[in-house]
């Protein structure tokens, strides 16, 4: 039985100015096919822009029918661009993940979770005039905050922000706004994301 694959998130997750083939979702869908799992393409419930309470109604507005095999879950980006402070984002990203586990049959080994990449070193910072080092140090508190919390529910998380911050500022890597990651970062966050997933649908049975 194939496995059915909701991701939730924003405009890293929706994928904005790349095809819908270089969505991060839907090549980590691909190489979980071609490494042998039987994986649905994913629903995808994210819109460029959101915030996590925004991401929260856009859920409830899409009303996806589970249980789900396999749930991904990347958010905060816009909340950190808003000036929120880690301390609104801790309860907020918590419902959030809560809402993910319960859509993969409460199974939180079925959940995985992205941090927030760097966007400090993109073009359009710099061009914004924004310090990169006041984005770094605000991403940083929230990803430390998104990493304890799925600790504490017993969900993977994967790091991708490294990744970001040493190939985000390359020309390749961005689509044309000078912000947004292209399918070839996508690509290095999947090879990220993928031995972590292969692990948990490995992990008891598929639905």
Request: aromatic share 8%; charged share 20%; with cysteine.
């Amino acid at each position: 039985m194939a496995v059915s694959y909701l991701a939730l998130g924003d405009s890293y997750t929706i994928g904005e100015g790349v095809a819908p083939a270089g969505r991060w979702p839907v090549q980590l869908a691909t190489a979980l096919q071609e490494a042998g799992h039987v994986v649905d393409e994913p629903q995808i419930i994210a819109t460029t822009g959101w915030t996590t309470d925004e991401l929260d109604g856009g859920i409830d507005a899409a009303a996806p029918q589970g249980p789900f095999g396999f749930v991904s879950l990347l958010i905060g980006v816009n909340d950190q661009y808003r000036g929120r402070s880690v301390e609104e984002y801790r309860p907020a990203f918590t419902a959030l993940l809560q809402r993910a586990i319960a859509f993969a049959d409460k199974r939180p080994g079925r959940v995985l979770v992205l941090s927030i990449p760097d966007w400090g070193v993109t073009p359009f910072a710099r061009d914004n005039k924004r310090d990169p080092a006041q984005i770094a140090r605000e991403l940083d508190a929230y990803n430390a905050a998104a990493k304890t919390i799925c600790t504490d529910h017993g969900v993977a998380f994967v790091d991708i922000t490294p990744v970001s911050r040493e190939r985000g500022a390359e020309p390749a890597m961005l689509v044309e706004d000078g912000l947004h990651p292209s399918a070839a970062m996508y690509t290095e966050w999947t090879r990220l994301a993928l031995p972590v997933a292969r692990t948990l649908l490995d992990d008891g049975a598929a639905r």
